[in-house]
């Protein structure tokens, strides 16, 4: 019965999409029009193929964004080591992730925008790719894509799997649960986050046999190379930064930048000669804050155009995409943005912590507080989860105190290894135990 209620509510589903495909369509132009969509590439996003499909098995890995996209990363190499013969295709939604991921996947992997969750685009797309299986990135459950996919017998895993209390909420609601039910009993493997992820999936009535646990695979981020970035400007940046107090605020939002100049200028009366990194979330949103400050007379360092760090300049702005990790081995004391106002989600920290930074976040972190207590769990120093206001403080004491400093860097950096060995050779046992063995048993295109 519970089924068939899934099965009615999933018909509703991909008849109101079909329905609403004409609406969908133009906003999907509009978002073109506004630059948030690929100029060249959109039609992707209907499911219009920019490269052929090469023969043989095809597995296709999908993340929403560049955070969930990179963890995707190391499982995608996993399999190209271990399965030559296969071809891996990579999709995501958003153009910054586009533009940094293009750059640090290996050049056989091909790259394409996800399509829309409407049966024509989902149809095509799938059709043309004809994927042996597909891996899903974090929260993407399209009803469409999911169970389209499983009527074609596409196997399904979805990896670092969460569920915000939001979204529980939503997909709990005693209309939409039978079509929830419904979308995760096709998936053979769901690997949470967490215990709490667990749960909230098995009170959606997810199976709880094809739940498994294997880490967090955004640990396994720290250890991608980053091949984006200007690598001379950044070691001239480097000698610049030398003999000076330094402290980095990145994946700042919208609203953070005061927070952070506020830290910045009461940081300064204590040392003059400091020098604040502002890294963004968003690169069109560092030229903003920097058009702000010199109206203010503010002298800034715009990354974008190639300033140095003269005498007098001690903000330095980063508007450019895929440098943070190597900005993070260039200072001691990393701040992770999009933490410090209220409803705010928080960042990956283990970047941070990876490169060696005393590593700070604000109180506002979301799914990421688990990450938090992990690392706290090992060793307390390893991340401090402060208020703003507290923020000058404890930045000022780590900045004086150069033993503490080092401890706090250590702590990072011991607590970052010990939670991230091994996550990428999980992933890759339970994906071949429960997906790769079948889906790729024959070495033939799906048909």
Excluded at 56 to 71: D, I, N, Q, R
Excluded at 115 to 134: G, L, M, Q, R
Excluded at 357 to 386: D, E, K, W
């Amino acid at each position: 019965m519970r089924r068939e209620r899934g099965e009615l509510i999933y018909k509703i589903y991909r008849a109101l999409t079909y329905g609403l495909s004409p609406l969908i369509h133009l906003h999907l132009r509009w978002r073109k029009f506004r630059g948030l969509e690929h100029p060249l590439r959109w039609r992707e996003r209907l499911g219009f193929p920019s490269l052929p499909r090469p023969p043989g098995p095809l597995l296709w890995f999908h993340a929403v964004s560049l955070g969930e996209g990179m963890c995707a990363i190391p499982v995608i190499k996993c399999c190209i080591e271990r399965r030559p013969d296969v071809t891996v295709l990579m999709t995501t939604t958003t153009t910054s992730a586009f533009e940094v991921i293009k750059h640090q996947l290996p050049n056989n992997v091909i790259y394409q925008f996800s399509p829309i969750d409407t049966p024509a685009a989902i149809d095509a797309f799938v059709c043309y790719w004809k994927p042996n299986a597909i891996i899903l990135i974090e929260s993407e459950l399209w009803p469409n894509l999911v169970i389209g996919a499983a009527k074609k017998r596409i196997a399904l895993a979805l990896l670092n799997a969460r569920m915000s209390a939001k979204s529980y909420d939503s997909w709990s609601q005693p209309f939409i649960i039978p079509l929830t039910s419904l979308m995760l009993s096709k998936f053979l493997l769901i690997l949470p986050l967490s215990t709490t992820q667990a749960i909230r999936f098995q009170l959606l009535q997810c199976p709880p046999f094809i739940i498994n646990f294997c880490g967090d695979l955004k640990y396994a981020v720290g250890n991608i190379e980053t091949a984006e970035g200007d690598q001379r400007a950044l070691e001239e940046l480097q000698v610049q930064l030398m003999n000076r107090k330094v402290w980095m605020a990145s994946s700042i939002h919208k609203g953070e930048e005061k927070v952070m100049l506020d830290v910045h200028k009461a940081l300064k009366q204590i040392h003059p000669d400091i020098i604040t990194i502002i890294v963004p979330r968003h690169p069109q949103h560092g030229e903003l804050i920097a058009l702000e400050l010199e109206k203010e007379g503010v002298r800034v360092a715009l990354r974008s155009r190639h300033d140095k760090l003269l005498p007098g300049t001690n903000i330095y702005v980063v508007d450019t995409l895929g440098e943070l990790k190597k900005l993070y081995r260039l200072t001691p004391i990393a701040v992770i943005g999009g933490s410090f106002l209220p409803g705010s989600a928080g960042h990956n920290i283990s970047e941070a912590a990876a490169a060696g930074c005393a590593v700070l976040t604000g109180p506002y972190i979301g799914h990421f507080s688990y990450m938090a207590i992990q690392m706290q769990r090992l060793n307390p120093l390893s991340v401090l989860q402060v208020s703003g206001h507290i923020l000058v403080e404890a930045l000022s004491n780590l900045l004086t105190d150069a033993k503490l400093l080092e401890a706090h860097q250590e702590a990072a950096k011991q607590a970052y290894y010990a939670l991230s060995h091994g996550i990428t050779e999980n992933v890759w046992s339970l994906l071949d135990l429960h997906i790769f063995r079948n889906a790729l048993a024959h070495r033939g295109s799906r048909t």
